[in-house]
């Protein structure tokens, strides 16, 4: 469980998995996905990330909501090589793009404490079509497999994707929508894409609508403008590229990791 995970600002690193066995840019070479998995996660430990989560971050083009099997075994072994060079590291699921289910089993069978799901409520056009919410078939799974202390950390207007309406919902309505009616336990704000800027004012209007509940930064989170958000409302942010140097498949940098999170404190 999270205990007092929120006690201060938080950040969460991420472990970008290079494309896994059957997807689009598989290069039959997953024993090098695993060993950089590992890499990775060794260097944000050492850096001093607060959770590492976990995603199949290069195997666009993406399903649109369940994975094959093979995604999802593939998923949980790197998940089992992060969990045994983090052992004492809060761990999060993404299966990309919305596969909250898959997600969830995951966290479950590996010992994770909490997943991120895209499109929670509500629906979004995406570059994988449309996406509706997956918020009643995750929290009843969650239920069946007894993991109500996994937590759901959902997106609100996720990036990569624009919210399907007459444009006349807020992103305040969106954040309540989630946590009110969708029963999220953290939310995760972003700009348009990721590495892009995340708004100041996003960020301060949704920790406004739902008080009390963690708000992430889900992209754009680095030294030049991390304490603006923070002082936002921002409980922490969800950080790749800016833990790195040059392009979004280089590997992390610990020094990186130690300066952003030294602006935190």
């Not at 009843?140 to 950390?153: N, P, S, T, V």
């Not at 304490?227 to 790749?240: K, S």
């Not at 590229?241 to 952003?260: H, I, N």
């Amino acid at each position: 469980m999270l205990k007092d995970f929120w006690a201060s600002k938080r950040l969460i690193g991420m472990v970008h998995l290079g494309p896994l066995p059957g997807s689009p840019r598989d290069r039959g070479d997953f024993a090098g996905v695993l060993s950089r998995a590992d890499a990775d996660a060794r260097a944000l430990v050492a850096g001093g990330v607060d959770a590492i989560m976990v995603e199949n971050f290069f195997d666009a083009p993406f399903a649109k909501d369940s994975v094959p099997p093979h995604t999802l075994a593939a998923l949980t072994r790197a998940a089992l090589v992060v969990r045994e060079a983090a052992p004492n590291t809060p761990l999060g699921i993404n299966c990309l793009r919305n596969d909250a289910k898959g997600a969830l089993a995951i966290a479950h069978i590996v010992g994770a404490q909490f997943v991120r799901v895209n499109v929670w409520v509500g629906a979004a056009v995406t570059d994988q079509g449309i996406i509706e919410g997956a918020a009643r078939e995750g929290i009843l799974y969650r239920k069946q497999l007894g993991a109500e202390h996994i937590q759901i950390f959902t997106d609100v207007f996720v990036k990569h994707a624009a919210q399907l309406g007459d444009g006349t919902q807020t992103i305040q309505d969106a954040a309540k929508d989630a946590v009110l009616r969708g029963m999220a336990d953290a939310l995760i704000v972003s700009g348009s894409a990721t590495g892009s800027g995340t708004s100041v004012s996003d960020v301060a209007a949704v920790a406004q609508a739902v008080p009390g509940v963690p708000v992430l930064v889900g992209s754009g989170f680095g030294e030049a403008t991390a304490t603006a958000l923070l002082q936002a409302g921002a409980a922490g942010a969800i950080v790749g590229s800016s833990l790195k140097v040059g392009a979004v498949d280089s590997p992390v940098d610990p020094e990186k990791v130690r300066v952003l999170k030294a602006i935190m404190r």
